[in-house]
């Protein structure tokens, strides 16, 4: 699988040109949400090349990232003559980059696709690495293949119309990024005030944060090794997304990481020694931005349950990504069934 280079443009407009000129499609298809729609459609409209385009729009939300979608973005397609020679451009946010990557890479086995990153959370993690999917059965991205965009783009004006908590949605795999990189760059996102929104502060500590997730991709684009480095929070973090829609309380994925980052510090601090200060620190971030996500003892099991379905598993036993410092990442962790739950208790302490 090759890798395409994720850009932060300068000039929008000229760099979305010409990464769709070099295409050479026979048709392009724009995929949307309604929000998308509303606030970052028309300034991509302004590219002469979209001026015949066909516009899909689904709508917005994780709970909309789902075969129905998929269905209607299908559905769409072959019934307005695309072929494996046109394009899609995926303008949104991580639902739509999974869905719209998952469709196009089916769609006649296989068509080109584009990423237009309009979230934080997408810039810096969901549009880069090839991972598209969909959730399925209350599961987290359960059904979905491995399959690159040919360019993605940022511009970071789009991120002005995010409200602060998809702001820190996308700073959560941020953090997550440079807990595995290194102890400057932690300090680094640390630093950055979430009060205080500076974007031009952000576009810097974002395009080192692309950097981190690009490098790890590039070594192991399917997930056999290292690359589970960038799952570091997940194993807790999307059962707690995926329970969040089932009791009806939604979190954001961004959120769902942060209350899985802390899990897993913890985990790594009880197994392998991870510095105090440092868990208490990403718990001090936690409180201040994040809040809390409220269960109790009684919910254990379901969330044990959904954690039996994480990608990484590869027999009974649970996978964590954990680490033994910061940069120190230690793939293949497991731990019993007691240490999971101590995490949870951790976790309620507050
Ligand atoms: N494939 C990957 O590697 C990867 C990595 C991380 C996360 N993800 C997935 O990404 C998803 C989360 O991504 P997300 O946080 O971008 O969610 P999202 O796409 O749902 O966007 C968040 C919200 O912001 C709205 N929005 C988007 N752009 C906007 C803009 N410019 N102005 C105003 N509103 C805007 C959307 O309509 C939505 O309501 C999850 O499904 C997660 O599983 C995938
Ligand atoms: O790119 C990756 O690899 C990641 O794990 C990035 C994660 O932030 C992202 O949420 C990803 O979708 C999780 O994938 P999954 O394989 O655990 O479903
Ligand atoms: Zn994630």
């Not at 003559?81 to 303008?91: D, M, V, Y």
């Amino acid at each position: 699988m090759s890798h395409s280079i994720t850009k932060i443009c300068e000039d929008f407009i000229q760099e979305l040109d010409q990464a769709i000129g070099v295409q050479s499609a026979d048709s392009i298809f724009v995929l949307t949400d309604d929000n998308t729609r509303k606030f970052c459609l028309p300034l991509v409209l302004d590219s002469t090349k979209l001026k015949d385009c066909h516009i899909i729009t689904i709508p917005s939300g994780d709970e909309n990232k789902n075969i129905d979608s998929a269905v209607a973005v299908w559905k769409f397609l072959s019934e307005n003559g695309a072929t494996r020679k046109s394009l899609i451009i995926n303008l949104g946010g991580g639902v739509i980059s999974d869905i719209g990557g998952f469709v196009a890479s089916t769609f006649k086995r296989g068509m080109r696709y584009i990423n237009v990153s309009t979230t934080l959370l997408g810039a810096v993690d969901a549009a880069t690495g090839g991972k598209t999917g969909i959730n399925f059965q209350g599961l987290k991205n359960e059904i979905g293949v491995f399959a690159p965009a040919e360019t993605v783009l940022i511009n970071i004006d789009f991120f002005r119309t995010l409200d602060d908590a998809n702001l820190r949605s996308g700073y959560a795999e941020m953090v997550k990024h440079a807990l595995i990189d290194t102890r400057a760059e932690w300090d680094n996102v640390l630093k950055y005030d979430l009060d205080k929104i500076d974007f031009s502060e952000l576009k810097v500590l974002l395009d080192r944060s692309i950097r981190i997730k690009e490098r790890v991709v590039e070594q192991d684009p399917y997930e056999a090794n290292i690359r589970k480095a960038l799952n570091l929070g997940h194993t807790f973090g999307h059962a707690f997304e995926s329970w969040s829609y089932k009791v009806q309380r939604p979190a954001l994925h961004g959120y769902a990481i942060m209350w899985g980052l802390l899990c897993e510090l913890y985990l790594s601090f009880i197994k392998l020694n991870f510095p105090k200060e440092d868990l208490l620190r990403l718990k001090y971030l936690m409180k201040e931005y994040y809040g809390t996500f409220e269960f109790s003892c009684n919910d254990y099991e379901s969330l044990f349950e959904l954690m039996t379905h994480d990608k990484k598993n590869d027999s009974k036993e649970i996978n964590f990504t954990l680490l033994a410092d910061i940069g120190e990442i230690r793939i293949n962790q497991t731990a019993t069934k007691d240490e999971i739950f101590e995490c949870f208790d951790f976790f309620r302490e507050g």
